[in-house]
């Protein structure tokens, strides 16, 4: 929905109110760009509808009454299982209203806000199939969309597969080339925009919404569109003139064939996109070959899984464990965990791809030339402060474990005080008490394991978990998936001890912190993945 849109509260119609003799208003929807979107009811076929009533300002404005006529008749026209169907028109003295099918469900937007950038492909590819069959259908009915964004794609929850129905065909028309269009009304167009839109709004035609496709696909990819400036200006010139990023920069696992159909769907010139919708289908269906129907669906965990990010990830059941030097009982749900902690190389790659730099001057150590030496590309990566843990988490489609995760895949529930048992460490099961100058190979002590089969939890680097430091929490907290996920400068737990320290900071509850900025050749991190 639109911010700062021409629409005033006392502008909006109380509940009761009847429209042209049949349709009772019942609620208010939400407000856009044109006007208001309510749900009423119409008395005359005894149905639920949804009534876009176009404000006042804009319907007293003869020009736009005359558009109204002409692009409502074409909408009319268009019938499509993926598209909302509109039934009816208004046009009285008073009111400029779409009747239209009263979709019950969440927009494509706030589906996509509900992935936060980790939506599954499987699930991109049903959503994005069924709006290509209705532009496909729009298109070869000589309309044109031209405002295609995930505001007005609606999902309705029908048994479990969502079915998508894309609305406002045309709608944008009634108003392009008039005032209105710059004074807030499509700013929530703006990030969708092709370039041609902005530039000759004239000679668009079925490829600008190519264009928004290719946007919008970006954004169920990643959770964030291409281009995400202010200003309206600033937008339209970065789809005139910049070059879009690639959505791998934003997600680890994006299928080289999706970033290929979106760069091409995104390029300046109209001539150079997928030529039409089903070319657009078919590339889309090619790149997410590999991804199966129903991922939700299946019933299994395997108990490991091999991550896009290059790493092994071993699967840790729900149930309690005894937490703390005083074994206090506490539940956790299931997850994955990484085998070995993120390595240089790891590390490189998501630098490399993402672009990320730490947001203060005092570098990653060894990354200073954003490549660590070979020889320690197999290393655990350090030098990274928790922001650059939690950003790498993030990238990967994961997350930092919590303090309560990281121990119980370190000691299992049988209370044990180093992840192999009780004997007392030695240089076969982790490398500690400056036994070495510095890290060593990720799993390099494979009798140093866990229950789980785990490596690495004890010596060679401290590694950053979710939680701020409290001792407090960690004694008495919740005893159902604690976690005490802070997001200001507090100090951040790390666990499972160093090179750096002695043997007692090995023991599977042994815990220190540090600032969240801090630094250190001595501390690294690992991630976890839901099941
Ligand atoms: N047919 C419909 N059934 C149910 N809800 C709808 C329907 N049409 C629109 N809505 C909802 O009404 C709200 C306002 O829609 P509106 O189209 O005015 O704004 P928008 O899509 O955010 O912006 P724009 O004006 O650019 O289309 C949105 O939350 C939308 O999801
Ligand atoms: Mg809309």
Redesign the pocket.
């Known amino acids: ?2 911010h700062g ?1 021409p629409v005033s509260v006392s502008h909006l119609l109380p509940p009761g109110t009847l429209i042209s003799g049949v349709y009772a208003i019942d609620a208010l ?9 309510y ?1 009423a009811h119409d008395r005359a076929r005894e149905r639920e509808v ?1 009534l ?1 009533i176009i404000h006042p300002n804009l319907a007293s404005d003869a020009e736009i009454r005359r558009r109204f006529a002409r692009e409502a008749r074409l909408m009319r026209s268009l019938v499509h299982p993926n598209v ?1 169907s509109v039934y009816d028109f208004i046009q009285d003295e008073r009111f400029l209203a779409i009747v ?5 469900g969440p ?1 494509l ?1 706030q589906e996509i806000r509900r992935w936060n950038g980790q939506m599954p492909y499987a699930h991109i590819r049903t959503i994005m199939s069924a709006m290509l069959h209705a532009i496909a259908e729009a298109h070869r009915n000589g309309i044109v969309h031209r ?1 295609i ?1 995930p ?2 794609v ?1 999902l309705r929850m029908d048994r479990k597969e969502p079915v998508p ?1 894309v ?2 065909f045309g ?2 028309k009634i108003l392009e080339g008039t005032v209105y269009t710059v004074t807030g ?2 700013l ?2 703006c990030r969708y925009m092709a370039p041609e839109q902005v530039e000759s709004p004239d000679l668009l035609s079925y490829p600008a919404d190519v264009y928004s496709l290719g946007v919008t696909l970006f954004e169920m990819i990643t959770g964030r569109c291409p281009f995400e400036h202010d200003s309206h200006f600033a937008l339209m010139m970065a789809h005139v003139r910049d070059q879009a990023p690639s959505p791998a920069s934003y997600r680890a696992d994006v299928p080289r064939g999706l970033c290929e159909l979106i760069a091409q769907a995104m390029s300046k010139r109209p001539d150079q996109r997928p030529r039409d919708c089903s070319e657009f289908f078919d590339k889309l269906h090619a790149a997410l070959a590999h991804v199966d129907a129903q991922p939700t669906e299946a019933v299994d965990t395997p108990s490991t899984l091999r991550d896009a990010d290059g790493g092994e990830l071993v699967l840790v059941p729900g149930g309690f464990f005894g937490m703390g030097q005083e074994r206090r009982k506490v539940y956790v749900d299931p997850y994955y965990i990484d085998r070995l902690p993120v390595t240089n190389r790891q590390f490189a790659k998501f630098l490399d791809v993402t672009g990320y730099r730490p947001s203060h001057n005092d570098f990653f150590g060894h990354f200073a030339d954003a490549r660590p030496p070979e020889q320690l590309m197999q290393h655990p990566a350090v030098h990274v402060s928790w922001y650059d843990a939690y950003a790498y988490a993030q990238w990967a489609g994961k997350s930092l474990p919590s303090e309560a995760q990281w121990e119980k895949a370190a000691r299992g529930t049988d209370g044990r005080k180093y992840p192999w048992g009780k004997i007392a460490p030695d240089a076969t099961r982790a490398n500690y008490g400056l036994m070495r100058r510095g890290t060593v190979r990720v799993g390099s002590h494979p009798a140093g394991a866990s229950p789980y089969g785990v490596q690495d939890m004890a010596g060679n680097v401290w590694e950053w978990c979710l939680d701020g430091d409290s001792a407090d929490f960690y004694a008495h907290g919740p005893s159902h998936n604690p976690c005490n996920h802070v997001t200001g400068k507090e100090r951040r737990v790390v666990r499972g001890g160093a090179f750096l320290y002695d043997a007692h900071s090995v023991r599977t509850f042994s815990r220190s912190s540090f600032e969240p900025a801090v630094r250190s050749q001595a501390i690294g991190f690992r991630c976890i993945r839901r099941v």
């Open positions: 929905m639109l849109a929807i939400g407000t856009g760009g044109m006007g208001a979107v749900r949804a876009k909302v239209m099918e009263n979709v019950e927009t937007a405002d964004k505001d007005n609606l129905k609305v406002d709608v944008a009304a499509m929530g167009t």
